[in-house]
């Protein structure tokens, strides 16, 4: 998968999920927990806690 492909399906994926927080306000809460838990579990990698925090 090319580049371009990539970012084309992270860009779909990215629309489906802003429209879906429309009825699913909860998803914010969730993936805020999903990224305290990912940054206990990585904490000693420092390049993913920096895409944790992006």
Do not use: K
């Not at 998968?1 to 779909?12: G, N, Y």
């Not at 990585?42 to 920096?50: R, T, V």
Request: neutral net charge; aromatic residues 6%; glycine residues 2%.
């Amino acid at each position: 998968m090319s580049h371009v492909q990539i970012d084309r399906t992270s860009l779909e994926l990215a629309r489906h999920v802003a429209e879906g927080l429309v009825t699913h306000p909860e998803w914010i809460e969730l993936a805020r927990r999903n990224l305290r838990a990912w940054t206990r579990r990585n904490a000693d990698a420092p390049s993913l806690l920096d895409c944790y925090r992006e």
